[in-house]
């Protein structure tokens, strides 16, 4: 199926991939048998190659021969140490101030809690209305268990929150506001330094989200001051469905918040079994019980393939990706009709495209059927996610051919 128009962009796509300083990178993933395009990295990664070798090391070295043993010689630590790793990897983030541990959902909830018992005086939550709904579901149950008020922020749908519009509902009365970094459908990337500032103006905290940045934007934690911050790693992590989620407290924080679900493994002494809970005081108080230490292994590998790249050269070639996908929306897509629905500046924009159209429905289904796999998003958006290590420009170019062939035949 070439069509002679599609040359010069089949051409400009293999040329980038030619170019690509990170293409040895996508032989480090399993083979899909019957997928031409992969474009859902975003919400959930490929697995590497040598995953199933690396389960079945694990199943025989670690767990079947030392047993129970194996918890004293590397699984009691693994929650921070990985925590660590993904800090210094991904997030700017000084050891000591990160942990994984349960779901994103969870652990939202217990910095949510945690932030909303902070200070007497300060009853406001500031959450935007465009959120993941995981993350506004939460913030509705916080404010109803502790009786706050939710103050909600409508950004441009496109564009997502700006300083001002967060200098527009914060005061003295804010406790926190926790916004995503990377917008789930559009795409846009907020100004995570500008506005932490501007939080920090009223003495509010800060909480951020980076489920669709972690992995895939560089970031300074540390530098710019962030208190709170958690993120999904099945997603451009590529740990697989269910991983665990990772949670930042800034080590200021640390012993001073205290999060709900204080189980054992956030006790001073996990193996002390006193008659009272005493806190850790440090960045394991933020776990409850036992970590899920089998879904901590995928992850690893793509740790170290984003640490050979550096989280700047997965930025560029993410960017060099979706500059490329709305070039080649202009050019087959927006005669169509179709809606580019993330912003166009690169420096704005994560690793994910959104482009619009009343029959997004149903093509994606039709898409999926041929191996191209896109996500919807209600009510009419295609995401081409496009995870920088896994996704060439060639695979790229090759999705947004199969809309434009789907909605010109209008056969879906
Ligand atoms: C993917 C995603 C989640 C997922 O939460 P889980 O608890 O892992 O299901 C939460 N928030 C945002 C912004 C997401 O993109």
């Not at 699984?75 to 994984?100: F, K, S, Y």
Request: include cysteine; charge should be negative.
């Amino acid at each position: 199926m070439t069509d002679p128009r599609d040359d010069a962009l089949l051409e400009r796509a293999r040329a980038l991939d030619a170019a690509d300083p990170l293409r040895a990178h996508l032989d480090a993933f399993a083979d899909a048998p019957g997928v031409t395009a992969y474009l859902d990295g975003n919400s959930l990664g490929r697995p590497l190659r040598d995953i199933p070798e690396k389960l079945a090391a694990f199943v025989r070295d670690d767990w079947g021969t030392p047993l129970i043993r194996s918890w004293d010689e590397q699984w009691m630590t693994l929650p921070m140490e990985l925590g660590d790793r993904i800090g210094r990897t991904a997030l700017g983030a000084a050891a000591g101030q990160t942990v994984v541990a349960d779901s994103t959902s969870v652990l939202i909830y217990k910095l949510m809690r945690a932030a909303a018992a902070a200070d007497a005086d300060r009853t406001e939550l500031v959450i935007e209305a465009g959120n993941f709904p995981t993350d506004r579901f939460l913030a509705e149950g916080v404010a109803a268990e502790t009786g706050m008020t939710l103050r909600w922020l409508e950004p441009d749908p496109v564009h997502g929150v700006t300083i001002a519009d967060v200098e527009a509902v914060v005061s003295a009365r804010t406790a926190l506001v926790s916004l995503s970094h990377v917008d789930y459908r559009s795409g846009a990337l907020a100004d995570m330094p500008g506005i932490t500032a501007a939080v920090h103006e009223v003495g509010a905290l800060m909480m951020w989200d980076l489920c669709h940045s972690v992995g895939v934007i560089p970031m300074q934690l540390d530098d710019w001051g962030v208190d709170l911050a958690v993120g999904c790693t099945y997603k451009y992590l590529n740990g697989g469905p269910g991983s665990p989620a990772f949670a930042y407290l800034r080590r200021g924080l640390q012993g001073v918040l205290r999060q709900p679900i204080q189980g054992w493994w956030s006790a001073a002494d996990i193996f002390a079994m006193g008659p009272a809970y005493v806190p850790s005081g440090d960045i394991r108080q933020l776990l409850s019980g036992t970590p899920p230490v089998t879904s901590m292994l995928a992850m690893q590998g793509m740790l170290d393939l984003i640490e050979q790249s550096t989280i700047e050269g997965v930025r560029a070639k993410s960017q060099s990706l979706t500059d490329l996908a709305v070039r080649a929306y202009d050019e087959v897509l927006a005669p169509l009709g179709v809606r580019l629905l993330s912003p166009r500046d690169a420096e704005l924009r994560g690793g994910h495209v959104t482009i619009g159209h009343p029959d997004f429905r149903d093509v994606t289904r039709r898409l999926w059927a041929d191996g191209i796999i896109p996500d919807f998003r209600f009510p009419d958006g295609i995401r081409l996610g496009l995870s920088p290590l896994s996704t060439s420009h060639v695979e790229t170019i090759t999705g947004v051919l199969a809309v434009r062939d789907a909605l010109e035949s209008g056969d879906f």
